[in-house]
């Protein structure tokens, strides 16, 4: 069976959110979607200040595991147009696994959340893309078949290049059933290229 592990940081549960739709739609493809996060890097008493999101279930990932998964989807939110720094930091450590090619011809996906519709989804895209393919990974994105990318009824997230969501300037906006629909699609769409892949 195809393994998919669904790799996120959230700081607020947006990402976390949309994390748990792409796993909806991997096992809707018939795989296996694992779910698990990123270490948090910022210290426990600024996080609570900050209110944080501290108490999410995935379990925390180790940088070893990443060969054993047939697909890699990660789910970051923008720092300042870029993935976030814990994510950076995890792929930062696997530069033993970078070495034996153990990534190579995997397949590689992106998600993202912005506070603003124009706040860096396409570039924290890219920045994680660009991580993947240095390793070697497969890119897949989120095809113009989701339509619900397009719609101008609605303000929405979601480009060719990965589902996203737009959470606000305070965090208030929860992802839109739009917005998980698409990384639902996303999911599926990932479990079924890896799937192929496999042989």
Same mark, same amino acid.
């Given at each position: 069976m195809t393994k998919v592990l669904i790799l996120y940081y959230s700081t607020y549960g947006h990402i976390e959110t949309m994390a748990y739709a792409v796993a909806e739609g991997v096992r809707q493809a018939g795989a296996e979607a694992v779910v698990k996060r990123v270490p948090e890097t910022v210290p426990r008493e600024i996080? %609570?200040? $900050?209110?944080?999101? #501290?108490?999410? =279930? $995935? +379990?925390?990932?180790?940088? %070893? %595991? #990443? &060969? %054993?998964?047939?697909?890699? @989807?990660?789910?970051? +939110? !923008?720092?300042?147009?870029?993935?976030? =720094?814990?994510?950076? &930091? /995890?792929?930062? &450590?696997?530069?033993? *696994?970078?070495?034996k090619g153990a990534l190579v011809g995997k397949v590689g996906s992106v998600f993202t959340s912005t506070a603003t519709q124009h706040g860096?989804?396409?570039?924290?895209?890219? =920045? $994680?893309? !660009?991580? *993947?393919?240095? /390793?070697? *990974? @497969?890119?897949v994105g989120l095809p113009y078949s989701f339509e619900g990318q397009t719609t101008i009824e609605e303000i929405t997230g979601g480009a060719p290049y990965g589902a996203t969501t737009i959470a606000g300037g305070q965090g208030q906006r929860q992802p839109s059933e739009n917005e998980l629909a698409g990384a639902r699609f996303q999911g599926r769409h990932v479990a079924q290229i890896a799937a192929k892949l496999r042989g």
């Open positions: 996080a %609570e200040r $900050a209110h944080f999101k #501290l108490n999410q =279930s $995935a +379990p925390v990932a180790t940088v %070893e %595991e #990443l &060969a %054993e998964y047939d697909a890699i @989807v990660l789910g970051v +939110p !923008t720092r300042f147009g870029r993935m976030a =720094s814990q994510m950076t &930091a /995890f792929w930062d &450590a696997a530069g033993a *696994l970078w070495a860096g989804q396409e570039t924290t895209l890219f =920045s $994680a893309i !660009t991580n *993947l393919m240095h /390793f070697g *990974l @497969v890119i």
